[in-house]
């Protein structure tokens, strides 16, 4: 089984009976599920995953009137718990595990993500977040939310992301796209700096990944996680193998070149298929300029378009 079925599985066998017996009045106010940082949180776990980090657990979140009145309690009785469950114990912490399981605050596990303890308010910060903290603020299961508070602002980061912020976001996809993949890639190779072609290269592979997720309004997860999660999705998900082999695989320049322009002529595509913009041409820059004029909030649309 894999790490979220794990922790459903530990937490329907030991967890929700120890909840049931020494929590039976406070149980219609405690969350719980399997969210955040991790492989597991993703579905992407796999056996060399559980070489750190990986242990049976789940996690319990209370509102900060609930931690004081019995979180303490509550954080013995987790404890207590099986160490091992289905063959797997914690063998080790890595020096940035995640740390993730037991017992929290609702605003302590957002404010990890957002710097507040909610959903982001203003543009402002929807804009500084990176996308893998969106990501795995809205990540995993929710086994159990009687409150419904911590799944409100669940939601609240999933589907809120302010239309001007996004369309934002995608410009400057966009913009570095042409930038990067169009435009400097071969510049680089004709001066002979093959080291300023790999970065070029890799900054349109990485926009061009944010660009696919946006336009599936969808957060990009961690980077080693981009591609995996990217063939999920419906909008462009198909193109994920050959954005990774621009990395990796040992092709030519003109082939690399040829890659680069048909990737940027499906995310046109797109943009015109979903009626964002009309068709310009094949260079994309043109394109990021028109998604930024869509933006309404003159100071966000002001702002520089590469972010």
């Known amino acids: 089984m894999n790490g979220l079925e794990l922790s459903r599985a530990y937490y329907e066998e030991y967890g929700l009976p120890m909840l049931k017996e020494q929590f039976g009045k406070e149980l219609d106010r405690i969350a719980v599920g399997l969210c955040g940082h991790g492989s597991e949180c993703f579905g992407f776990d796999d056996e060399i995953s559980r070489d750190h980090d990986f242990e049976p657990g789940f996690c319990l979140w209370l509102t900060e009137e609930?931690?004081?009145?019995?979180?303490?309690?509550?954080?013995?009785?987790?404890?207590?718990?099986?160490?091992?469950?289905?063959?797997?114990?914690?063998?080790?912490q890595s020096a940035l595990g995640s740390k993730t399981r037991g017992v929290h605050?609702?605003?302590?596990?957002?404010?990890?993500?957002?710097?507040?303890?909610?959903?982001?308010?203003?543009?402002?910060?929807?804009?500084?977040?990176p996308s893998f903290f969106l990501a795995e603020a809205t990540n995993g299961e929710v086994f159990a939310d009687p409150l419904g508070i911590f799944t409100r602002i669940r939601e609240e980061i999933r589907f809120g992301m302010p239309r001007d912020v996004r369309l934002k976001r995608l410009a400057s996809a966009l913009f570095l796209m042409a930038q990067t993949g169009q435009y400097n890639f071969a510049r680089c190779l004709s001066h002979g700096e093959r080291g300023g072609a790999a970065l070029a290269l890799h900054e349109f592979v990485k926009n061009a990944a944010e660009t696919i997720f946006l336009l599936?309004?969808?957060?990009?997860?961690?980077?080693?996680?981009?591609?995996?999660?990217?063939?999920?999705?419906?909008?462009?998900?198909?193109?994920?193998?050959?954005?990774?082999?621009?990395?990796?695989?040992?092709?030519?320049?003109?082939?690399?070149?040829?890659r680069i322009e048909s990737l940027s002529s499906s995310v046109i595509a797109c943009l015109v298929g979903r009626g964002l913009v009309s068709f310009r041409g094949g260079y994309l820059e043109p394109y990021a300029f028109c998604?930024?004029?869509?933006?309404?909030?003159?100071?966000?649309?002001?702002?520089?378009?590469?972010?």
């Open 66 to 92: 609930d931690e004081r009145a019995f979180g303490f309690r509550l954080f013995r009785a987790y404890r207590r718990l099986p160490k091992e469950y289905a063959g797997v114990r914690l063998v080790e």
């Open 105 to 129: 605050t609702i605003g302590e596990f957002y404010s990890y993500y957002t710097g507040r303890p909610g959903a982001p308010e203003t543009a402002e910060e929807w804009l500084r977040i």
């Open 216 to 258: 599936n309004d969808a957060y990009a997860p961690y980077y080693k996680w981009v591609f995996r999660a990217m063939r999920r999705l419906p909008l462009l998900g198909d193109r994920s193998g050959e954005l990774e082999s621009l990395l990796w695989q040992a092709e030519d320049d003109r082939a690399k070149i040829e």
């Open 291 to 307: 998604i930024n004029d869509l933006i309404e909030d003159s100071s966000l649309r002001n702002l520089p378009v590469p972010l």
